[in-house]
T-cell receptor, first 114, second 112 residues
C-alpha cells in the first residue's frame, strides 16, 4: 500500500498570506489528523477528521482550519500567516482498527513564512 | 492523557540491543502505551503499542511492567538506521480522536 502523501513538500509564503496544504491518507484509512512541529514547541496536535467531520481540535487559533472530503483526503488552511507559523506540518492517517489508534504519518510539508 | 518521562538521550553500539525506558506512573486503566520514532526531517513512524501484555512485532518488543507504571522498548539488534528520536506516548486509544501528545522523547544514537 502507498503511504500517506502530502503536497506540497516545501512552501514559502509571506506574512499575511494564506496557505492550503493537502494530505492523502493510506487507502482505506478514514481518520486523518494534523500536527505542527516546531523546534520550540515540538509536535502539537492541530485537529482530527473522520468521515468529513472534525472530531477533535487542539489549542490553535481559528486561523488554522481544515476539512476532509468524501474520499478521506484532507486539507488544512492557515489564513493571515504569521512568522511563527513556520513549521513542519504533518498529516497522519489511522485505520481505527479495534480500540487502538496507531497513526501513520506522511513526510510533512515544510512551511516557511517570511 | 497521562504524562510520560523519558531520558533525553541514550547511546547504543550497532548490533547490540537498545533498551529505551519510559515512566508513566499516572497511566489510567483504559490508556495504551504507544511508541513512535522520528528520524531526522521525516514524519514520525509508528513502532508498537500495548495495553498490559508484552508485545512484539518485526520492529521491536514492548515490555510493560505489571503495575503498568513503566515500560521498555527493545530494539533487539540496533543498526545505524535506528538512530532517531523515540517517543513514548500514553493515550486512551479510540477515544483520543487522533490526539497524540508528544513529549521531548529520547534521542537514541547508534554507534558503529
Amino acid at each position: 500500500k502507498a503511504g500517506v502523501t502530502q503536497t506540497p513538500r516545501y512552501l514559502i509564503k509571506t506574512r499575511g498570506q494564506q496557505v492550503t496544504l493537502s494530505c492523502s491518507p493510506i487507502s482505506g484509512h478514514r481518520s486523518v489528523s494534523w500536527y505542527q512541529q516546531t523546534p520550540g514547541q515540538g509536535l502539537q496536535f492541530l485537529f482530527e477528521y473522520f468521515s468529513e467531520t472534525q472530531r477533535n481540535k487542539g489549542n490553535f487559533p481559528g486561523r488554522f482550519s481544515g476539512r476532509q472530503f468524501s474520499n478521506s483526503r484532507s486539507e488544512m488552511n492557515v489564513s493571515t500567516l504569521e512568522l511563527g507559523d513556520s513549521a513542519l506540518y504533518l498529516c497522519a492517517s489511522s485505520p481505527l482498527a479495534g480500540a487502538t489508534y496507531e497513526q501513520y504519518f506522511g513526510p510533512g510539508t515544510r512551511l516557511t513564512v517570511t | 492523557d497521562a504524562k510520560t518521562t523519558q531520558p533525553p538521550s541514550m547511546d547504543c553500539a550497532e548490533g547490540r540491543a537498545a533498551n529505551l525506558p519510559c515512566n508513566h506512573s499516572t497511566i489510567s486503566g483504559n490508556e495504551y502505551v504507544y511508541w513512535y520514532r522520528q528520524i531526522h526531517s521525516q514524519g514520525p513512524q509508528y513502532i508498537i503499542h500495548g495495553l498490559k501484555n508484552n508485545e512484539t512485532n518485526e520492529m521491536a518488543s514492548l515490555i510493560i511492567t505489571e503495575d503498568r507504571k513503566s515500560s521498555t522498548l527493545i530494539l533487539p539488534h540496533a543498526t545505524l538506521r535506528d538512530t532517531a528520536v523515540y517517543y513514548c506516548i500514553v493515550s486512551p486509544g479510540g477515544t483520543s480522536y487522533g490526539k497524540l501528545t508528544f513529549g521531548q522523547g529520547t534521542i537514541l544514537t547508534v554507534h558503529p
